[in-house]
């Protein structure tokens, strides 16, 4: 069965850090790119960030391009979301999802229960 | 960036049938997925390139694309679809999603 279980939100003041992780189960990670997708409270689904297999292919959001950092570790079927200079609006849940991709497009298959930031002072 | 324009609500009573557009320019160009998410759960893939539907999806739900509006199509709505709805696609090595719809069941 495919899991995907995401850790390390917490609360953090703006300026902070921090650093997500999503461990995966099932599958075969180092097969699959990988994506973060964010919901502030009570609103919609935000595209965060895309790593593929190797992590040698990244894309952000250009809300989070400059402050995020996506990074992989296949030998450990873990994915991870490094948040610097976070912002008041980068209070979310954050959902680790996996991808299908084509040439053309992505969807997401399975996604984790997402993990909680919380950015206040 | 891509613009996706959903409704923020439909309304729908049980036994009838739900659409719910998705509005982007020249959408019908593009493959658009569809999610439902219920309150404090993670979102599901109902619908992917357009009119697929992954296993376990009733055949309820279906979806069409076309020029500049998708839609997604839930026939003999039951009170277990109540969920908001989200389109997404695929731009410019990013996604994109729509700003979601609320399903509600009369």
């Known amino acids: 069965e495919v899991q995907l279980v995401e850790s390390g939100g917490a609360l953090v003041q703006p300026g902070g850090s921090l650093r997500l992780s999503c461990a995966a189960s099932?599958?075969?990670?180092?097969?699959?790119?990988m994506i973060w997708v964010r919901q502030a409270p009570g609103k919609g689904l935000e595209w965060v960030s895309y790593?593929?297999?190797?992590?040698?292919?990244?894309y952000y959001a250009d809300s989070v391009k400059g402050r995020f950092t996506v990074s992989r570790d296949n030998a450990r079927n873990s994915l991870f979301l490094q948040m610097n200079s976070l912002r008041d609006e980068d209070t979310a849940v954050y959902y680790c999802?996996?991808?299908?991709?084509?040439?053309?497009?992505?969807?997401?298959?399975?996604w984790g229960h997402g993990t909680l930031v919380t950015v206040s002072s | 960036s891509y613009v996706l324009t959903q409704p923020p609500s439909v309304s729908v009573a049980p036994g009838k049938t739900a659409r719910i557009t998705c509005g982007g320019n020249?959408?019908?160009?593009?493959?658009v997925h569809w999610y439902q998410q219920k309150p404090g759960q993670a979102p599901v893939l109902v619908i992917y390139?357009?009119?697929d539907r992954p296993s376990g999806i009733p055949e309820r739900f279906s979806g069409s694309n076309s020029g500049n509006t998708a839609t997604l199509t839930i026939n003999r709505v039951e009170a277990g679809d109540e969920a908001e709805y989200y389109c997404?696609?695929?731009?410019?090595?990013?996604?994109?999603f729509g700003g979601g719809t609320k399903l509600t069941v009369l």
């Open positions: 999802a996996r991808p299908y991709c084509s040439t053309t497009s992505c969807y997401s298959d399975y």
């Open positions: 020249n959408i019908g160009s593009k493959s």
């Open positions: 099932g599958f075969t990670l180092s097969a699959y790119s």
């Open positions: 390139y357009d009119t």
């Open positions: 997404q696609v695929w731009d410019s090595n990013r996604g994109v």
């Open positions: 790593i593929s297999t190797t992590g040698e292919t990244i």
